[in-house]
């Protein structure tokens, strides 16, 4: 499996963006999809994930309520919807795929960069 993160930029606070992290080769419906970020001088955190059936979500608290991952099985592609950004959430954000969503993420994508300017 291989992914490709995209739709990272610029945004001022309470903009919004939208991630898309695009899957080739084959995917399994129990397999995770997560999306990472991380900031400069902090550890990777996990932020969202979905199943790539789409039927069991995760949020982290910092983003509950503002941000909302989705799945679409036709696209092999997960993508992050960021609503009412705020600067913290400044880093650069991951994608990558737990198989059988066993809590360990295998493959991933590369970065790419949220700014957020207040």
């Known amino acids: 499996v291989q992914l490709q993160a995209s739709g990272g930029g610029l945004a001022q606070a309470g903009g919004s963006l939208r991630l898309s992290c695009a899957a080739s080769?084959?995917?399994?419906?129990?397999?995770?999809v997560g999306w990472f970020r991380q900031a400069p001088g902090k550890e990777r955190e996990l932020v969202s994930a979905i199943l790539w059936s789409g039927v069991r979500t995760y949020y982290a608290d910092s983003v509950k309520g503002r941000f909302t991952i989705s799945s679409d099985n036709a696209k092999n592609t997960v993508y992050l919807q960021m609503n009412s950004l705020k600067p913290e959430d400044t880093a650069v954000y991951y994608c990558?795929?737990?198989?059988?969503?066993?809590?360990?993420?295998?493959?991933w994508g590369q970065g790419t960069q949220v700014t957020v300017s207040s």
């Open positions: 080769g084959r995917t399994f419906s129990n397999s995770a």
């Open positions: 990558a795929e737990s198989p059988g969503n066993t809590g360990t993420y295998d493959y």
